[in-house]
């Protein structure tokens, strides 16, 4: 499964965002989908996840202020990010669990390439 992520770039602060990523591949089932970040020399942390009912859990530091949504006809996750700020700057990456159809079901854990976010102050 391939994750394909777009929508980062630069930002001033009080700005909106809105990432995207799509996943490919031969899905059988795409169970949760999410976003994480990784600031540098931060570990990975996970911003936003969303279950295939759309329940949705958030980091705490972006509560209120960013909406993770999926398209489940499309495979893709979204993140709407308003009212950034410099803390926010960092490195997003999609992340998709779920089952790949073939020889019976098989689990799959996939990451999308990464996209920099830049918020200026």
């Known amino acids: 499964v391939q994750l394909q992520a777009s929508g980062g770039g630069l930002v001033q602060a009080g700005g909106s965002l809105r990432l995207s990523c799509a996943a490919s591949?031969?899905?059988?089932?795409?169970?949760?989908m999410g976003w994480y970040r990784q600031a540098p020399g931060k570990q990975r942390d996970m911003v936003a996840v969303i279950a295939p009912d759309d329940s949705t859990d958030y980091t705490d530091s972006v509560k209120g202020r960013f909406t993770i949504s999926r398209d489940n006809a499309k495979n893709t996750v979204f993140l709407q990010m308003n009212s950034v700020k410099p803390e926010d700057t960092a490195v997003y990456y999609c992340?998709?669990?779920?089952?790949?159809?073939?020889?019976?079901?098989?689990?799959?854990?996939?990451w999308g390439q990464g996209t920099q976010l830049t918020v200026s102050s």
């Open positions: 992340n998709a669990k779920g089952f790949i159809s073939g020889w019976g079901l098989r689990p799959f854990d996939s």
């Open positions: 591949g031969s899905m059988y089932r795409i169970n949760t």
